[in-house]
């Protein structure tokens, strides 16, 4: 999460929407920056309007702040995760969270059994990160992962300077189950994040794919579940 009483903006970072590389982007205008770990770094609506919202109307009662976060289309971003997880430094035993040897389809039936999802599914929602108590959406913009230039656009104007957006810890656009290529392709995805170097198409080819993967009664049932999550995205989408 990064706050900034002079450019009178709080921005949320929602798990696998780009956060890492936004954050980058904003820091320098930041002066109230929640980094660390995943529980710091993307602190949610709720948790910020019971603790965070109270702390800045005492020390900054004239800011009207503009809350900003980012949604993605709900498959998208469980396929982000489930390739996340996959990655060479979670195999071979060193996290439960790992997908190592678990297809897609396998991921998203473990994490439509809700009462009972193992730690590599446990991913929670959109939704959850976003709304706020009473269900509503609990910023003032929303922006499509997709559409990451308006997001672009609006900071710089906001901060009055013109802002890129660099590629930072993208997921792999492919699970690959091999480890030892698993270990290769990690490292080559490191040095391409450190050097901007990231593939613009790999994010659109891994949601089509996913899409084609969750024909029929899974996608059907995700859209139950996750019906805010969709409402929400939706949102962005329009706005």
């Not at 002079?6 to 904003?26: D, G, I, Q, R, Y």
């Not at 392709?185 to 990231?198: E, F, H, T, Y």
């Not at 059907?220 to 962005?236: H, I, P, Q, S």
């Amino acid at each position: 999460m990064l706050i900034s009483p002079k450019h009178s903006f709080v921005f949320f970072c929602t798990p696998k929407c780009a956060s890492n590389s936004v954050e980058a982007m904003l820091k320098p205008y930041a002066a109230l920056q929640l980094l660390g770990s995943p529980a710091v770094r993307h602190t949610d609506v709720r948790t910020f309007d019971a603790h965070l919202a109270p702390y800045l109307a005492g020390v900054a009662p004239d800011t009207e702040f503009t809350r900003v976060a980012i949604a993605r289309d709900p498959v998208d971003w469980l396929s982000s995760w489930y390739r996340f997880r996959s990655r060479a430094a979670l195999r071979g035993g060193a996290s439960p969270t790992s997908t190592e040897g678990v297809s897609f389809e396998e991921f998203v039936d473990r994490y439509l059994d809700v009462d009972s999802r193992p730690a590599f599914a446990d991913v929670g929602s959109q939704a959850e990160f976003l709304a706020t108590a009473g269900g509503k959406i609990g910023v003032d913009r929303l922006f499509a992962f997709d559409e990451l230039d308006a997001l672009v656009a609006f900071f710089s104007e906001r901060v009055g300077q013109p802002l890129s957006l660099n590629a930072l810890n993208v997921s792999p656009s492919v699970a690959y189950q091999n480890r030892a290529v698993e270990q290769v392709m990690s490292i080559m995805r490191g040095v391409k994040s450190r050097l901007g170097l990231a593939s613009a198409g790999a994010a659109p080819k891994a949601k089509a794919e996913a899409a084609q993967l969750l024909a029929g009664d899974r996608l059907e049932r995700l859209k139950v579940l996750l019906e805010t999550d969709y409402r929400f995205y939706g949102e962005a989408q329009r706005s």
